[in-house]
């Protein structure tokens, strides 16, 4: 199935293949007219130079490619993200810099990420999506090649550069799940974000896997940063040529066409009364500070671990062992795969039996994730391999949420404001959560260690101690979802409500006759005028 939205013709001339034009509302074949500008015949005229290339590249444009490719590039952006974390040990001796001085590098990529989401949100909404998502690439590409010369001496340039690839990523959040949300419906959809969302925890471990590998590779952590940036602007140019952009809400309205558009603040006033979205927000924001903190600091926490084991030894070299890193972040692919498909699953099971399935899904699994999340800091001091299984549990429930909560999103917010909604979920769950959580548990740790600074011991107590926030955190995410539940279906009958509200039918349009009393009434009127004059 080829989808065309951009106002161009699938076929545009008469150079063979198939004679059915392909949209996201159906098929068409020429004999019933289809017009550009010029009548039924223009489908027929003579080939021009570059017309045969560019319908064989519409014909490219299927939904199911292009939630592929928008994917992998979700896969980039977290892949890029967590580089910097799988050689965090090597920049901090690099720098000479403190727990909190190095955790200071996530929470500047946070806060510049959150602060451009809804802005990006209020683009997504009004202009050309895949243009925005390809520009965005192409910029945090170029700035995370950028930052791999910086010099020790300019550890602020280098927080600086982290805050500026936000920008670019946040640009690709924000937007991306809108395009998936326009292409597919229902089931379909729950299955696309769920791949989509897929791309989170696997772009985090492949990030490790990447920084480490590199970094072993090359003998220098600074090849780390270098090779996501490639990969980025391919992902970029791929976006530009095969993912089509679809009218907003064409998915939800199959041969209707929305007739209003809301004002950004009548959409900020919307999706401030929508309790179901403003509940599933604050337990993303529960999600976010725990992954946040848990991505940044579980690596250091084990390695510390084996010193007090005496399994390891302290770092003393320039190149610090990445074994950590790697066996987390392949146990962070394995379950955000294990995490995301056994919640679309479980959701589409549960849907038979209770229609408010997707936020009780999430409110169990998040439950239970704070269980063995707790259990990690008991286990650790004496068993990593023990840490490393409720890692593995606790993982895998906390990704089973990640899909849930988009399709919570598409089913209570109407198209046309769910990039701005998708913006501001964003916003609010790393305001709450990822912003501060690296840089807050790096702070806890960094006071814990004043007094005992050269213990080893107490400086792997300190950390765990700090980290114990995370379990907690996570119980009140779950009771965020346990309220979502509670209003998820009158919101999303309002959803509903409001959107056939927006949308007519095409032909819905009808040119009322004129009545035969209305034009008598014109010629008396005429007559009586003549006469006074």
């Not at 001339?13 to 996201?24: K, R």
């Not at 001085?101 to 602060?115: D, E, H, P, R």
């Not at 800091?377 to 299984?389: E, L, N």
């Not at 409001?498 to 007559?527: A, D, N, Y």
Request: aromatic share 10%; glycine share 10%.
């Amino acid at each position: 199935m080829c989808v065309e939205s951009d106002g161009c013709e699938m076929e545009g001339c008469g150079c063979g293949g198939s004679d059915e034009v392909h949209t996201l509302s159906g098929s068409m074949s020429p004999g019933a007219g289809l017009k550009s500008g010029g009548g039924p015949d223009r489908l027929h005229h003579p080939c021009k130079p570059g017309h045969a290339f560019r319908a064989a590249l519409l014909r490219c444009r299927s939904p199911a490619a292009a939630a592929g490719i928008l994917s992998f590039g979700n896969v980039l952006n977290y892949m890029d993200r967590y580089t910097v974390v799988g050689v965090l040990l090597d920049i901090q001796r690099h720098f000479k810099v403190s727990d909190s001085g190095v955790g200071l590098l996530q929470t500047v990529f946070i806060c510049s990420f959150m602060v451009a989401a809804p802005i990006f949100g209020y683009l997504g909404d009004r202009f050309n999506r895949k243009v925005i998502l390809s520009c965005g690439i192409f910029f945090w590409s170029i700035v995370t090649l950028c930052s791999s010369f910086i010099s020790k001496e300019y550890y602020w340039l280098f927080v600086l550069s982290r805050g500026l690839v936000g920008i670019g990523e946040s640009s690709y959040s924000s937007i991306s799940p809108t395009i998936i949300g326009d292409l597919f419906t229902n089931n379909s959809r729950t299955m696309m974000l769920s791949v989509f969302y897929l791309a989170i925890p696997l772009g985090s471990g492949l990030g490790y896997i990447l920084g480490s590998g590199a970094k072993e590779a090359a003998g220098d952590w600074h090849w780390a940063l270098r090779v996501s940036p490639v990969l980025g602007m391919t992902a970029g140019t791929l976006i530009l040529l095969f993912v089509p952009e679809p009218k907003r809400g064409s998915a939800d309205q199959q041969g209707s066409r929305i007739k209003a558009r809301t004002s950004w603040l009548c959409d900020m006033k919307a999706l401030a009364k929508n309790r179901s979205y403003v509940f599933s927000s604050l337990a993303s924001a529960a999600v976010s500070f725990a992954t946040g903190a848990f991505g940044m600091w579980i690596p250091l926490y084990l390695f510390r671990a084996q010193v007090v084991q005496k399994t390891a030894e302290v770092c003393t070299k320039d190149i610090c062992s990445s074994k950590d890193s790697l066996i987390f972040g392949a146990i962070t692919c394995v379950t955000g795969l294990l995490g995301v498909l056994i919640g679309a699953a479980t959701t589409r099971f549960c849907r038979q039996k209770t229609e408010r399935a997707d936020p009780l899904v999430c409110a169990v699994s998040m439950l239970g994730s704070a269980i063995f999340i707790c259990l990690i800091f008991v286990v650790a001091k004496k068993s990593i391999v023990g840490a490393y299984v409720c890692i593995f549990i606790g993982e895998t429930l906390l990704f089973l949420n990640w899909a849930i909560t988009a399709d919570i999103l598409m089913f209570v917010v109407i198209p046309t404001r769910r990039a701005t909604a998708v913006a501001f979920q964003s916003f609010t769950s790393h305001l709450l959560g990822d912003a501060g959580s690296p840089y807050l548990i790096g702070l806890i740790s960094d006071a814990l260690q004043e007094r005992y600074a050269t213990s080893v011991l107490w400086q792997f107590l300190s950390l765990g101690y700090a980290l114990m926030l995370c379990p907690f955190v996570i119980v009140l995410g779950g009771m965020f979802f346990l309220a979502t539940a509670l209003f998820f279906l009158d919101d999303r009958e309002k959803a509903e409500k409001q959107l056939s509200q927006m949308t007519r039918p095409p032909s819905s349009v009808k040119v009322q006759p004129i009545e035969r009393s209305s034009f008598r009434g014109v010629r008396l009127i005429e007559e009586d005028r003549r006469r006074i004059k």
